[in-house]
């Protein structure tokens, strides 16, 4: 049975973490990197692997010392400028802000982000489909973008699931 193991990328920043980090291209912290976790990742063998494009990806698996294909269908949801970078903290003090927009996951998402959850989640869906069959794959993307594959490979719905995946975690599924 092959498999398909999602990994989240390493630690970013203290600063650029809890933020809405979508399409902006941030580094890893390596001095958070724990080491542990990198070597039993590394220890696991995949017939191909597939990066989000943006530098928190790629540098995550230059450390595993991984080969791999950048796919941009893998990047975090598009926030909107004005929100891109910025914590809940520093959102929810800017005058655009209106707690009304925290009374449903829907419309929290439409002032946020600047994809729609439909666009964002036929992204995805779409290199899903393309994925080759029979392979053990490694796919390193992000913690929003991981979140709405599991949700989507389990038949969830991505609004109303509390799962979420820390730096360097993996999930595994069946195919």
């Not at 707690?99 to 998402?109: A, D």
């Not at 439909?118 to 390193?140: G, W």
């Not at 799962?163 to 360097?168: A, F, G, M």
Request: glycine share 2%; aromatic share 12%; hydrophobic share 30%.
């Amino acid at each position: 049975m092959a498999t398909i193991t999602f990994l989240r990328h390493a630690p970013l920043a203290l600063k650029n973490q809890k933020c809405y980090n979508g399409h902006i291209d941030l580094e890893i912290d390596t001095t958070l990197v724990d080491f542990k976790q990198i070597e039993t990742i590394q220890k696991q063998k995949y017939d191909l692997v597939y990066s989000s494009d943006l530098k928190r990806c790629t540098q995550t698996l230059d450390l595993l010392g991984f080969s791999y294909k950048k796919d941009e269908r893998l990047r975090e949801v598009r926030f909107k400028d004005e929100f891109e970078g910025k914590s809940f903290d520093e959102i929810s003090k800017m005058p655009i802000y209106d707690e009304k927009y925290l009374s449903s996951f829907e419309s929290w998402h439409e002032f946020i982000a600047q994809e729609s959850i439909e666009e964002y989640k036929q992204r995805v869906n779409s290199f899903l489909n393309k994925l080759p069959k029979n392979n053990d794959i490694l796919v390193c993307s992000h913690g929003g973008t991981i979140k709405l594959i599991h949700s989507i490979l389990t038949n969830t719905e991505y609004e109303q699931s509390r799962y979420s995946i820390s730096y360097l975690e993996t999930f595994k599924f069946n195919i």
